[in-house]
């Protein structure tokens, strides 16, 4: 796990090697064990490494073949890179390293770009090719979008990095911010892969790579192509312990391939079936106790400690535990530092100390990271399994009705639960996906200043998934809601979450549930079998009762969430009051002043619950103070 940058001027001017350094090692957190370059005039390349496999100089990077017509920075680990090297050595290609990157530039000699629908692991790639006297730069994302990838392009001139901050150090850097991100992240509570938070700044989407390759006229070409997608239409007709069958072997399988390592290596345990199954098989696998960790809170309803105990003790580990209450004021801005995009995810905050927490003992773990997306986890799973029936058995001359009543005004009880089946079955994407936990449509526009509402031009946030639109055409409810959920919910904020908070502390984390083979899997099962009976996460479960407790598989799931209701009306409360009503966002010109004392109110008092809207707002404001006035640095305690 590293980070990556590079500067190509494709006019022929030199890169001053400051420039790049300065780029690269705002990243070192990121890399903390070696930083390296590599310079060719017009072209500068740099990295910053987090030492995993081949702990030698020799796996230092950028790395380049034998006449260095090819360089690549990495970030990632790819799990095939034995038997990628073995091909390879085959058709007479000599290796110097241990590491996976050799296999990148030997690979992409070989194949070219085909060399990244080759890889299987989490990686963002550039790639320099001066061969038979081309200039190409090539940019690639893994699957699901783990590793990070930003670029920007200025006429001739294409720089990239895996951290948005980079950008900012370079000279005479001007960062215009894009409203539409914020209007995208007051719904996803994230920036979506759609835009950055920046309009000089782009991400390359995940599954996508992208070429910038000089033409002999001098242009500059441009390519960008998706190499993968998931496939929900090919379904393998199979029994339930068929299908048991070979969900266990793959995902062994994929457990196995993330304990390749040079260093010590070990599991987050949340008490939940995902990351205990994980490391019910890492146990299988290694010959010496797993290290696991887990963290709870002075709050009971928050802590899941006792399942996780449960499935330690089964699985004798090297169990460490964490039980407090996070000083979030404290920690506060140097997250909204470290994630450099407006973040609203609070998760975030216990991924941030669990991560510390096992830094202190490993430097790799494995995670149960993807197991509700590929497996129908979340309540709009089984939402969707029962908008299934609404739709097969209510005819539309009935529902258009009903429907327009529902959606009239809000509603509580029966009526709620119809609305939500309504909604999980609407074939109107903007009504599907127009819910959000923090602001939805209503909400923004009241939050809205007139003159921001002008600036966004119509931009609605859901049309991000209008992307994905004929991907789901003729899919079913469920699998429809799924795809949405793997190919936009988790790489625009889980994902991200976990990338940055364990960035953070120079922590790899390797998810096995989201393995390529387990997706390919995992898509091709009938959808009322991942949902059976409207049971969430119904193949895990059924898979679990072979390895944990019973009494750790049939249990509400908590999920790592924090007391942040609690906090906003408590210790948080007077912060609020004190920087939101006549903060940056007010003086922008971009929010009411009176909408967000509304919040405030009626949040502190007990009136109405607005978490997820104060959290947004908050964290944005933070953003603003730190990046855009640059009133603050991301060191300050905001209890002080």
């Keep these: 796990m590293c980070a990556i940058c590079g500067i190509i001027n494709f006019d022929h001017r030199p890169v001053p090697a400051s420039e790049l350094v300065a780029m690269r090692d705002v990243m070192i957190h990121r890399g903390p064990d070696h930083g390296g370059e590599w310079l060719g005039g017009h072209v500068a390349l740099g990295h910053r490494r987090l030492s995993i ?35 390879l050595e085959g058709r007479g290609y000599r290796f110097r390293s241990h590491s996976d990157t050799e296999v990148i530039v030997h690979g992409y000699e070989e194949w070219s770009e085909g060399i990244v629908a ?62 539409a991100a914020i209007d995208c992240y007051l719904h996803h509570m994230a920036v979506t892969t ?105 709050e009971q309803d928050f802590s ?39 973040f609203a995810d609070s998760s975030a905050i216990p991924t941030y100390y669990v991560s510390k927490a096992a830094r202190e003992f490993v ?35 009935l529902r258009r009705p009903l ?28 009504r599907r996906h127009g819910y959000s936990m923090a602001f939805d449509q209503r909400q923004r526009d009241a939050l809205y200043t007139d003159s921001f509402k002008d600036s966004l031009h119509g931009h609605r946030p859901w049309h991000i998934y209008e992307r994905h639109a004929a991907d789901m055409a003729g899919l079913d409810v469920v699998d429809q809601n799924l795809y949405h959920v793997l190919m936009a919910r988790l790489p625009n904020d889980y994902l991200v979450k976990v990338d940055v ?22 898509s091709s099962l009938d ?3 991942k949902v059976k009976g409207g049971v969430q996460k119904y193949l895990p479960k059924k898979l679990a009762e072979r390895y944990l407790p019973w009494e750790t598989i049939y249990r509400p799931k908590k999920g790592f969430s924090l007391p942040l209701k609690h906090w906003l009306r408590t210790d948080f409360a007077p912060l609020l009051r004190r920087m939101l009503p006549d903060g940056n966002l007010v003086k922008a010109g971009w929010f009411r002043r009176a909408e967000i004392e509304r919040l405030i109110g009626e949040h502190t008092s007990g009136a109405a619950e607005h978490t997820h809207r104060l959290w947004a707002v908050l964290w944005l404001e933070l953003w603003h103070r730190i990046f855009v006035e640059r009133s603050m640095t991301g060191q300050e305690d905001l209890r002080a």
């Design 403 to 430: 429907e327009a009543g529902l959606f009239a005004a809000e509603r509580s009880g029966l009526a709620q639960k119809l609305k939500t089946l309504a909604t999980h079955a609407s074939p109107d994407l903007a």
């Design 363 to 397: 430097t790799v773990a494995l995670t149960g990271d993807g197991g509700d997306e590929q497996f129908g986890g979340y309540d709009i799973a089984r939402a969707s399994y029962h908008a299934m029936t609404y739709e097969r058995f209510l005819p539309g001359t």
């Design 118 to 179: 080759r890889l299987d692991g989490m990686f963002a790639i550039g790639i320099w090719d001066t061969r038979s006297g081309r200039e190409r730069l090539l940019l690639a994302v893994d699957r699901f979008g783990k590793k990070p990838l930003f670029y920007s392009q200025a006429g001739m001139v294409v720089r990239f990095a895996s951290d948005s901050k980079a950008f900012w150090t370079l000279p005479g850097a001007t960062m215009t911010v894009n409203h």
């Design 194 to 298: 759609e835009h950055t938070i920046y309009d000089e700044v782009q991400k390359l989407r995940p599954a996508h790579f992208k070429t910038f390759e000089r033409a002999a006229s001098g242009e500059l070409r441009v390519h960008e192509e998706r190499y993968w997608k998931p496939d929900f239409r090919n379904k393998v007709r199979m029994s339930e312990a068929e299908a048991l069958e070979r969900i266990d072997t793959t995902l062994k399988e994929a457990v196995q391939k993330r304990l390749i390592a040079d260093v010590p290596l070990g599991a987050f345990l949340s008490g939940g079936v995902d990351s205990s199954l994980v490391v019910a098989m890492m146990s299988q696998l290694s010959s010496k106790p797993v290290k696991t960790f887990s963290i709870g809170f002075e």
């Design 53 to 87: 496999i081949d702990l030698s100089p020799l796996g230092h990077q950028p790395m380049t073949n034998e006449s260095a017509s090819v360089v690549v920075t990495f970030n990632g680990e790819i799990y095939n890179f034995p038997a990628l090297r073995k091909e």
């Design 304 to 342: 899941e400690l006792e399942y996780a105990n449960a499935v330690a003790e089964r699985y004798k580990t090297e169990h460490n535990q964490i039980r407090l209450k996070p000083d979030v004021l404290a920690i506060l801005p140097s997250l909204v530092w470290e994630y450099g995009e407006p």
């Design 501 to 522: 908070a364990s960035m953070k502390v120079a922590l790899e984390l390797r998810s096995p549930f989201l393995d390529n083979d387990l997706c390919t899997l995992a």
């Design 527 to 529: 959808a009322r079998l």
